[in-house]
């Protein structure tokens, strides 16, 4: 493997063509008040494999392909199994 930073995320949005909304959280320890703190971050990512909402996936980091996407997906981790029609007409 090289020495790219990879980042797992959670898929937010996949409306553009090629191109996915990954939201990466992480949480740690505050230095100095000792309590969990939670960040979260939202990053464009180019998509070749057709990713969909609640994928979990791991994005790799590339040269700048556009204004501000400079991520790839690399491997889908976990697939969303929700069906399309779930709760309709309920």
Request: hydrophobic residues 35%; glycine residues 6%.
């Amino acid at each position: 493997m090289n020495e790219r930073r990879r980042m797992t995320g959670i898929v937010t949005s996949n409306k553009m063509m090629k191109t996915v909304v990954v939201e990466i959280t992480r949480s740690f320890r505050h230095p100095i008040y000792k309590k969990v703190v939670h960040t979260s971050k939202s990053v464009k990512a180019h998509d070749e494999i057709g990713c969909r909402i609640g994928d979990k996936v791991q994005i790799v980091e590339t040269r700048p392909l556009s204004k501000d996407k400079r991520w790839v997906v690399e491997t889908v981790l976990v697939t969303e199994s929700r069906t399309e029609d779930a709760g309709v007409g309920e």
